[in-house]
């Protein structure tokens, strides 16, 4: 039986028209985190199963990991987040380092979810961090680097709404003003992350269980409902404004302002699904309906580095995810038409291929990036290949021309021809490429 | 207990100063392929196991895979070569592409072997593969493309040597000129492949034991050996000299002579272990005693996109080796010392964390990357930072500075210190930019 051409299930194929997106996408990411100073790592795909468990979200680990034993019977974990492999490997070399340490990754990450639109088993998440600083100047920084991809990408302020929140500010609220415990702490966290997903109704019912009937009588509920309705800082009860988690907040918000971002909102339901925030934490969401989620998100995770048994790190990050995204610039308008990299498609005339080697890797010499058809077809039908690549332009190479070393240049965009010598065709298709780029 | 920093085993983290070198060869090599027209594609590092099954090279398939079960039942291998999955995407559109059709790639891959050195379980394999042309043109062009990567690296004729033979030559020699059936030529083809690792007597004892009495009286065993002595086609028997396969053989050799490719000599006793080539394979050899072994090898498999199902369509391609071509380089002298992006490092004096925001949007937009110190150390804490992650500029920022318009600029190469604005700054930044990599 014949083999099916299909990739395995929930993955995609990078045809070259899918790579070019992605490779333009990365290059734009990559030139605003240098501009900032980060520098790019990467860590393998594989991980010992270790490194995941009693850290991260429960329900990826289990059920949504891939998990199996390697050949030597070691359990391995193909990587769900990039988050526990930068830790290992900052507190790897905890010593050596130079900080502030600013890295920033592209992995492509696995779990075993059904697949749908825009969540696929295999994804890609940029990932940021900026290691070694306690001070919020981290954690704004970190947020301006997200804002300032956005805006590199032609975003404007409307398209997206950067939500904020405390973890910390949320601990204080869950032990000293609704007098919970540990594990209701926890649950209680859970729940909020998920209330968006859950009717208002439905989430009520959930968050009695989570009280006691004692604490339910003495209106906790209530209280917990209405701190949640907060849309800004000034709407929190006013016992909570001194506390320094606020403060930190407000004063978060407003550095922000003063670089010119000011869609960044207070937002008390954001939680991030992850246990190890313990701070701040962010998510960017796009404001249309056709995309209504978050495209980011990420925060201040001070302690996860020492779980290895060095030295915190204080350390704030974030991730894309790369659909999502893509989903917003589709949204927005966003997405340039992007050409193969290809400028030229040569056309061979005759029996020419032997002769027509030196004028072809003169071409090359002088940066011109050359397809030859050396099909042996017609050039009608080479003339179509051409057109098909959708290459912008199709030198013709035969006997004639490779004597009188002047040659026919077809823009296939234009559709005009003209006789140039080699250098002459060179400089053409390079003012192209200028004009070309500065587009995009 | 704390969890280990080590990455899984045989596994390799990329520190920056490890991506950087990574980074710097894919887009070299990146800028080869693309100079002849070759596009970048991707497939998912996980595969149904099937796709595995019934090619390639046994070896690797019954004890050098990942292969596990999916939570589905499904079972799944980590990639162990990407031809198998290229392959199956152009036999997914097999109608639909033009051709020839021109692609490459940079996969991971992985192998459960016990890692030494250059030779780890993750490594990376970049592919180059021509599809659609039957013609030895197509041959020619893939070791250009190879030839032309290692040239532009700066690689001398006399560093390397590629070594090509055929398949297609091979297997008439097992069945009309030694009369071996099916499973015997198999077995001596393997045998063969292996033999550079063979003490003499050892191959020839295993020799032995693939003919039969008869044969072995007839002195087929001798016409063998005599036969893979040959360092040139002029040496091999005379019969043989008419065969087709002998006579693509002797024309591409003529082909490549004519485009300079001078280090390249017939080599019979050369296999390449993967069941699925049919005529030309050719490997390139470091000729340097330190690191003598294969950097990369290909060949013509024009089978393996029919066993989808579809009209078969020629191919040719190649890989490199990440690791032995590392190992070149460094043999050679070849690699050069790469600097990290960042090339300024802003050292904050006194409390302006908030007003210097301005300045340091600027030279960013301006269009230089500069990592801020927003530890709130002192400044001499801050200069030693930057020494040492090896940024070559420092521009300290107080209160006077950002009065005066007027910035201190440290060159740290040099110890030099110069007062500018923040133009000239930049200029004198992009200056020095340029001639570092004009240098590299």
């Known amino acids: 039986?014949?083999?099916?051409?299909?990739?395995?299930?929930?993955?995609?194929?990078?045809?070259?028209?899918?790579?070019?997106?992605?490779?333009?996408?990365?290059?734009?990411?990559?030139?605003?985190?240098?501009?900032?100073?980060?520098?790019?790592?990467?860590?393998?795909?594989?991980?010992?199963?270790?490194?995941?468990?009693?850290?991260?979200?429960?329900?990826?680990?289990?059920?949504?990991?891939?998990?199996f034993e390697d050949r030597g019977g070691r359990s391995v974990t193909i990587r769900t987040e990039m988050t526990p492999s930068v830790s290992r490997m900052v507190a790897g070399r905890r010593q050596e380092l130079a900080y502030p340490l600013r890295w920033y990754s592209f992995p492509n990450l696995w779990r075993y979810e059904r697949p749908q639109r825009g969540r696929q088993r295999e994804f890609w998440q940029p990932n940021v961090d900026i290691f070694g600083v306690a001070g919020l100047e981290a954690d704004q920084e970190i947020i301006q680097v997200a804002d300032a991809i956005l805006q590199s990408f032609g975003a404007k302020r409307e398209f997206y709404e950067i939500k904020i929140n405390s973890r910390a500010l949320m601990d204080k609220i869950v032990a000293d003003y609704l007098h919970l415990d540990k594990t209701q702490g926890e649950t209680l966290i859970r729940l909020i992350d998920r209330m968006h997903k859950l009717e208002r109704s439905e989430f009520i019912g959930l968050l009695d269980g989570v009280f006691s009937p004692s604490q339910r009588d003495e209106g906790y509920v209530e209280k917990l409902l209405n701190f949640l309705q907060a849309t800004a800082l000034t709407e929190i009860p006013v016992e909570l404004l001194e506390l320094e988690a606020t403060q930190n907040l407000a004063r978060l918000l407003e550095l922000l302002k003063a670089n010119e971002i000011t869609n960044a909102v207070y937002d008390p339901t954001l939680?991030?699904?992850?246990?190890?925030?313990?701070?701040?934490?962010?998510?960017?969401?796009?404001?249309?309906?056709?995309?209504?989620?978050?495209?980011?998100?990420?925060?201040?995770?001070?302690?996860?580095?020492?779980?290895?048994?060095?030295?915190?790190?204080?350390?704030?990050?974030?991730?894309?995810?790369d659909a999502p995204f893509v989903n917003f610039l589709e949204v927005h308008k966003l997405l340039p038409e992007l050409k193969p990299e290809t400028e030229v498609y040569v056309i061979l005339v005759g029996d020419v291929f032997e002769r027509a080697q030196g004028a072809i890797k003169e071409l090359r010499e002088m940066g011109v990036k050359v397809a030859v058809d050396i099909s042996g077809?017609?050039?009608?039908?080479?003339?179509?290949?051409?057109?098909?690549?959708?290459?912008?332009?199709?030198?013709?190479?035969?006997?004639k021309e490779l004597e009188e070393e002047q040659f026919k240049l077809k823009n296939l965009t234009l559709g005009t021809e003209e006789q140039h010598s080699l250098q002459r065709i060179v400089s053409i298709i390079k003012d192209h490429r200028h004009q070309s780029s500065a587009k995009v």
């Open 377 to 399: 077809r017609k050039p009608d039908k080479q003339l179509k290949t051409a057109l098909k690549k959708d290459i912008p332009y199709v030198i013709f190479i035969g006997e």
């Open 271 to 321: 939680m991030r699904g992850f246990d190890y925030y313990t701070d701040i934490v962010f998510e960017v969401f796009d404001t249309s309906p056709e995309n209504n989620r978050a495209m980011m998100g990420g925060g201040r995770y001070d302690g996860l580095i020492a779980s290895f048994g060095v030295e915190p790190v204080p350390t704030v990050g974030f991730a894309w995810g």
């Open 1 to 67: 039986m014949a083999l099916s051409t299909q990739p395995y299930k929930g993955a995609r194929d990078f045809y070259p028209e899918d790579k070019r997106l992605q490779k333009w996408l990365f290059s734009k990411w990559r030139e605003v985190c240098e501009s900032f100073g980060y520098e790019e790592y990467d860590a393998p795909i594989l991980e010992p199963t270790d490194l995941y468990l009693s850290k991260g979200n429960e329900e990826i680990i289990a059920e949504q990991t891939y998990t």
